[in-house]
């Protein structure tokens, strides 16, 4: 089976443009979690998708958003880019959300942002 | 290949002895808990996992142990080898007040490295 894949694996941008990451969960897993990791704050918990709607969201500012479509495939949208957003950004995903399912990682998005 | 933190605690072990990494986690309502392993380049792997209402689990070459009353979690590794070489999370599952969801707090990580 398949792991959870993410696209692009690299992406460098500048300020203030807008970036729209790609992320396809295991086959059969309907949850997908997004994170930031960076060097200074680690791993940082962005938000959490099941069945197309967004079930909690992280303290990040509303420049971050994400959608996931009817196929359990998710997006996240950074708008106008800062230099602290250049980052590892992960997608996660389950066969549910909650405690009762572990999360498996994809290879991550390396955003760098000039 | 890709640096996941410059400024983490680092865990230095001969080639063949036993790893023990260490976790503090935050809060006392988490339930579930899990060890994860990210080399370079790639994302966080899962290693083992605990529930709350367990105190050891044993896997392949690796024992999780939690202790809920210092809110403690360690990751034992037998017989290291230098494929073990990696940076290891552990993570809590946490219960976000108001909302009956859960998230994934991760420790800061510690690097483990392999002396041949």
């Known amino acids: 089976k398949a792991g959870v894949t993410q696209t692009p694996r690299y992406l460098i941008k500048t300020r203030g443009q807008q970036v729209t990451l790609s992320c396809s969960p295991i086959?059969?897993?309907?949850?997908v979690s997004w994170y930031q990791q960076t060097p200074g704050q680690g791993l940082q918990f962005l938000f959490e998708?099941?069945?197309?709607?967004?079930?909690n969201k992280g303290n990040f500012p509303g420049r971050f958003s994400g959608r996931q479509f009817s196929n359990s495939r998710s997006e996240m949208n950074v708008s106008t880019l800062e230099l602290g957003d250049s980052a590892l950004y992960l997608c996660?995903?389950?066969?549910?959300?909650?405690?009762?399912?572990?999360?498996?990682f994809g290879p991550g998005t390396r955003l760098t942002v000039l | 290949g890709e640096s996941v933190g410059l400024h983490l605690p680092t865990l230095s072990v001969q080639e063949g002895d036993n790893s023990i990494i260490n976790c503090a986690y935050s809060?006392?309502?988490?339930?579930?808990f899990i060890w994860y392993k990210q080399e370079s380049g790639k994302g966080p792997q899962f290693i083992i996992d605990?529930?709350?209402?367990?105190d050891k689990r044993q896997g392949q070459r690796v024992t999780v142990l939690l202790n809920k009353t210092v809110k403690h979690l360690s990751l034992q590794i037998a017989a290291t080898q230098p494929g073990d070489s990696a940076v290891y999370f552990c993570?809590?599952?946490?219960?976000?007040?108001?909302?009956?969801?859960?998230?994934?707090?991760f420790g800061q990580g510690t690097r483990l490295t392999i002396n041949p």
């Open positions: 996660a995903s389950s066969l549910e959300p909650g405690s009762t399912d572990t999360q498996y």
């Open positions: 086959s059969g897993h309907r949850s």
């Open positions: 998708y099941f069945s197309e709607t967004q079930r």
């Open positions: 809060n006392s309502a988490s339930d579930y």
């Open positions: 605990i529930r709350s209402n367990m």
């Open positions: 993570a809590e599952n946490t219960p976000l007040p108001n909302q009956g969801a859960q998230k994934l707090v």
